[in-house]
């Protein structure tokens, strides 16, 4: 029996270290060397203060600011720390009575602005934590943020216009603004 164990137990040891220690050791400082940017959670960072991650939305509700998606986060919303959809399905009451809410808020807080609305602003993403707004989304709060900040469209749509990411090689995925990048560079005007 013991001809037996002493390898096992010298072969979890040996595993151990490779795949527990040595592995994750190496790995994270291949991350480091080669993406140090990404491998720190690519953090935005100005004047020596960290404002938040490029790859997690965050919360805006003043009108000076561009707001990010809903978020369906629990137990409270853009909980970073729970990443997650609400599930719900098209024909879900608690759905539908959540856009309707969202649908009110943004026309509250734009009364003359009559333009649709785009879908993105009032359903969460799969992640709840979606960082970043369609184009036309980001255009639907232009007039209200030019406003709020005493800033001429123009200027807005300057701002937004620089702040719009195309597809990834020019096919992947859609075009997109990140909003906390967008909100940062408004305040830096």
């Known amino acids: 029996m013991i001809t037996l164990l002493r390898p096992a137990c010298l072969l979890f040891l040996v595993l151990s270290i490779v795949t527990g220690i040595v592995y994750p050791l190496a790995v994270t400082g291949a991350a480091q060397l080669l993406f140090p940017y990404a491998a720190n ?3 935005i960072v100005q004047d020596g203060k960290a404002f938040g991650s490029e790859l997690i939305g965050q919360p805006f509700a003043d009108p000076k ?3 990010a998606r809903p978020s369906a986060t629990a137990p409270f919303a853009d909980n970073s720390a729970s ?9 879900n009451h608690a759905l539908i009575d ?3 809410q969202r649908i009110d808020a943004l026309r509250a807080a734009d009364p003359a602005n009559a333009d649709p609305i ?4 009032v359903t969460a993403s799969a ?3 979606d960082p970043d707004i369609s184009p036309a989304a980001a255009r639907y709060q232009i007039a209200r943020v030019a406003r709020a900040r005493g800033l001429s469209i123009a200027a807005v749509e300057k701002q937004v216009a620089a702040a719009t990411q195309d597809r990834l090689l020019g096919v992947l995925g859609e075009p997109r603004v990140n909003v906390l990048k967008l909100n940062l560079a408004l305040d830096r005007k």
């Open 41 to 43: 959670g690519s953090l």
């Open 127 to 129: 992640s709840g934590l």
């Open 98 to 100: 959540a856009v309707a």
């Open 65 to 67: 600011y561009f707001w």
């Open 118 to 121: 785009p879908v993105d602003l």
């Open 83 to 91: 990443s997650s959809g609400s599930n719900l399905g098209p024909t």
